[in-house]
Structure formats: structure tokens, C-alpha cells
């Protein structure tokens, strides 16, 4: 079966600075990899999504993730954090193409300084 | 823009009551799923619904659990007997087609706490 690891349940940077949330997956097939925000008290939004087309994805928010397949990653980055990033981040995975449940990883929560 | 909504925010139960999830999917969708998240662990499938049906459901989906799209907008999730490991936060979700590569839109969540 396949899983999702995010390394670091907690990431603090300071605005302006680099934000980069580890994602690493398990899988024997091609996988569909997403990345979810989740800002306070509100539901899971999808920030962008891996469908075998580019490797670079690049979703809302000036958030962007590269699928490396030799790495077995898909590590989200944005240049230049601001406050309003603050929040949780879960990657997904979808099992295979007979099902379209999601497999999360445990999030990583994102806090940005002044 | 179009959203899922979740009621209630909080649930508060004790031991063997019976609880009642409610969702509103978004209105022109047909995938439905309930997921739920433990305190400090992964978000985790329960289960997936089309066309009145119970499409795929996992290990913790057991007889306790129950779905239901009463009415045509509503879905819910029902546990017959709650225990008090089922206390987590409980998201349903939707999509417009049953493909793994579609978006699966959530809503905020119930946080169920089980006494």
C-alpha cells in the first residue's frame, strides 16, 4: 500500500524568507500527489496537484512542488513567505486507479515570524 | 465560489450515544467521502459514497458506521455507539467524478469529542 511521510510536523520561517514542506511517498506505481492547506477553522483546500504531466507543479499561492521521482519526493516550496501562509499542510497521495481515496500525511504545520 | 459545509463544528457525547455527522456537499457534485484525523495523527479514509452507495469503505468503517444521503443535498455520517476512540475531527468531502487525479473538495471539519 502506498503512504505519504512529511517530515517535520512543525516549520517556522521568517516573512520573506524560503518555505520548503518535505514530502516523501512510498509507492511500486505512478502515483497522483497533492498538496492541502488548511487555514484555522476552515476545511482542507487544495493548493495544487501531481498527474503524471509536469514535473514542477505550480499551484495557488505561489506555491510550487516538483515530483522527483528518484527521490520518491514531492517537496513543496513558495520563494517568499507571508503571514497569511501560516497554516497546516497535508500531502496526498491516491492508491492506484481502481480507487480515488486519498492517503494523507500527518501535516506539517507552517508559522511565520514578522 | 461553491463550498462544503460541515454541522456541527463540535460535537460533545458520551460513551455509547449515538452521533450524527452532517454534511452539505457542493450541489452539483456526486462523489461524497467522510476522512477523519486523531488528535496528532494522519488524516485517514472511512469511506466513499456514489449513487446511494457505499463505493469503497476502510477497516474503521465498521457496523458502528453508517452513511446516508438522506434528502439529495444532505450527506451524513452516523456511529451507532461511539466509543471514546472515535473522538477526532471529521471531514467530508466531495468531488464531481470518481477519478484519483480529480479534486476532492473538503469541508472544515466536526470536531467530535467522546466523554
Known amino acids: 500500500a502506498q503512504s505519504v511521510t512529511q517530515l517535520g510536523s512543525h516549520v517556522s520561517v521568517s516573512e520573506g524568507a524560503l518555505v520548503l514542506l518535505r514530502c516523501n511517498y512510498s509507492?511500486?506505481?505512478?502515483?497522483?500527489l497533492f498538496w492541502y492547506v488548511q487555514y484555522p477553522n476552515q476545511g482542507l483546500q487544495l493548493l495544487l496537484k501531481?498527474?503524471?504531466?509536469?514535473?514542477l507543479v505550480k499551484g495557488i499561492n505561489g506555491f510550487e512542488a516538483e515530483f522527483k521521482k528518484s527521490e520518491t519526493s514531492f517537496h513543496l516550496t513558495k520563494p517568499s513567505a507571508h503571514m497569511s501562509d501560516a497554516a497546516e499542510y497535508f500531502c496526498?497521495?491516491?492508491?492506484?486507479?481502481?480507487?480515488?481515496?486519498?492517503?494523507f500525511g500527518t501535516g506539517t504545520r507552517l508559522q511565520v515570524f514578522p | 465560489e461553491p463550498e462544503v459545509t460541515q454541522t456541527p463544528s463540535h460535537q460533545v457525547t458520551q460513551m455509547g450515544q449515538e452521533v450524527i455527522l452532517r454534511c452539505v456537499p457542493i450541489?452539483?457534485?456526486?462523489?461524497f467521502y467522510w476522512y477523519r484525523q486523531i488528535l496528532g495523527q494522519k488524516v485517514e479514509f472511512l469511506v466513499s459514497?456514489?449513487?446511494?452507495?457505499?463505493?469503497?469503505k476502510s477497516e474503521i468503517f465498521d457496523d458502528q458506521f453508517s452513511v446516508e444521503r438522506p434528502d439529495g443535498s444532505n450527506f451524513t455520517l452516523k456511529i451507532r455507539s461511539t466509543k471514546l476512540e472515535d473522538s477526532a475531527m471529521y471531514f467530508c468531502?466531495?468531488?464531481?467524478?470518481?477519478?484519483?487525479?480529480?479534486?476532492?473538495?473538503f469541508g472544515p471539519g466536526t470536531r467530535l469529542t467522546v466523554l
Open positions: 459514497f456514489y449513487n446511494n452507495e457505499i463505493s469503497e
Open positions: 501531481y498527474t503524471s504531466a509536469a514535473t
Open positions: 450541489s452539483n457534485h456526486l462523489y
Open positions: 496526498a497521495v491516491s492508491e492506484d486507479l481502481d480507487t480515488d481515496k486519498l492517503i
Open positions: 509507492s511500486s506505481v505512478p502515483p497522483y
Open positions: 468531502a466531495s468531488a464531481g467524478v470518481a477519478d484519483p487525479t480529480d479534486t476532492q473538495y
